[in-house]
Structure formats: C-alpha cells, structure tokens
T-cell receptor, first 113, second 114 residues
C-alpha cells in the first residue's frame, strides 16, 4: 500500500487554466506538506498543515491555494497557471517532532504550455 | 534562517570508488539531519538520518555522522555501484514548534560508470 499518494502523476495544461493535485496519506500522520521542485532540482517548501490547520505558508503566489478537508488529505489548487509553474510538486507527511522522518509521495509532474 | 550547503555536482565516479558528498548546515538550535535520494523519474526516499550530535546514520552501505562542532553531515560510501546513480539531497529539520519543515540543500547528482 502506498503511504503517501498523489494524483495525477503527470499533468500537461495550457496557460491560464486552473488545476488541482490531490494528496492522501494512510500513515496516520498529523502534519502534511507541499514542496515544489524546480527544473534545477531545487526543493522548496510551499505549505504545511497540522491537523487541518495551516502552519507554514512560504511566499507563494496566492494563485496557489491548499485545502485540507481532514488530516489525511491535502490538496493543492492552482489558478491561472503560468509557464513558471511548471515543476514537480511533492506531497509529504510526518508525525510531529523534528526527529521524525518526512515521507514523500512520488510527485506530480506539471507542465504548463 | 536555516540553510544547508552541499557539494555541487555533478559527480562522476567509477564503480567501486569511494564516495564523499559534503554537507554543512546553519540552524538555530540542534536540528535533525537527513539524506534523501531521488532516483531518475522517481520521488524522494529517505536514505538515512541522525537526530543528535555524534549520531551516525547508515543504510545500504551509506553512512553520515552528525558533527555539531563542524556543523556537518557528510555522506560516505566505501564502494559505489552503478545502481547508486541518483540525486542526493542533504536536509535539516528544525525543532522550533510550528516550523518543523525540511530545509534542503541544492542536491548533488551522482553518476557511477561501470
């Protein structure tokens, strides 16, 4: 069973469209994250939720809106897609506590054309 | 803020060579330290971790020791294989409540040639 699963894995869409990426974890973790990996492989946190509450929101354009309907799900909605949004988006989850491992999903490859 | 500096790649080695990928960090307090690996076309997998000073993390022949005095967490492997070709990320996780995110280094691409 996949611990952190995200869909879709690949997404090609036109500029200006709105799209969503869904994420679910079955590990019982309290904290979930969205990370963005750019074309140079650099990874940067976008958002973090703890028990459905937003706790980290890193200077991300407000076209990006996360939603956590329950602690096992964290979805990412992107409005008015731009070319620069092309990247790999990783969902992740972990228990609370700095010593705990953060587990990542397989990534969603978004290409905006 | 927290930051991680790791050896820039790409690194190319012959099979059975010794590997070192350097990683140093800057953080408030005493973070936990991690190495993640990303194989081509795949997601991030935890390779190893250490949660306090002098801890050694190890997995699949890879090792790294948490050195508080030098703020380092260098990754080593005694004899690399072609299957080790991947991108390796050093990361830290801070202990401030509400900010326990992972901060990553820039990644080091490793290629092993037969």
């Amino acid at each position: 069973d996949t611990a952190v699963s995200q869909t879709p894995k690949y997404l090609v869409t036109q500029m200006g469209n709105d799209k969503s990426i869904k994420c679910e974890q079955n590990l019982g973790h309290d904290t979930m994250y969205w990370y963005k990996q750019d074309s140079k492989k650099f990874l940067k946190i976008m958002f973090s939720y703890n028990n459905k509450e937003l706790i980290i929101n890193e200077t991300v354009p407000n076209r990006f809106s996360p939603k956590s309907p329950d602690k096992a799900h964290l979805n990412l909605h992107i409005n008015s897609l731009e070319l620069g949004d092309s990247a790999v988006y990783f969902c992740a989850s972990s228990p609370v506590g700095a010593g705990n491992t953060i587990y990542f999903g397989e990534g969603s490859w978004l290409t905006v054309v | 803020g927290d930051s991680v500096t790791q050896m820039e790649g790409p690194v190319t080695l012959s099979e059975e060579a010794f590997l070192t990928i350097n990683c140093t960090y800057t953080a408030t307090g005493y973070p936990s330290l991690f190495w993640y690996v990303q194989y081509p076309g795949e997601g991030l997998q935890l390779l190893l971790k250490a949660t306090k000073a002098d801890d050694k993390g190890s997995n699949k022949g890879f090792e790294a020791t948490y050195r508080k005095e030098t703020t380092s967490f260098h990754l080593e492997k005694g004899s690399v294989q072609v299957s080790d070709s991947a991108v390796y990320f050093c990361a830290l996780r801070g202990r401030r409540i509400g900010n326990e995110k992972l901060t990553f280094g820039t990644g080091t691409r490793l290629t092993i040639i037969p």
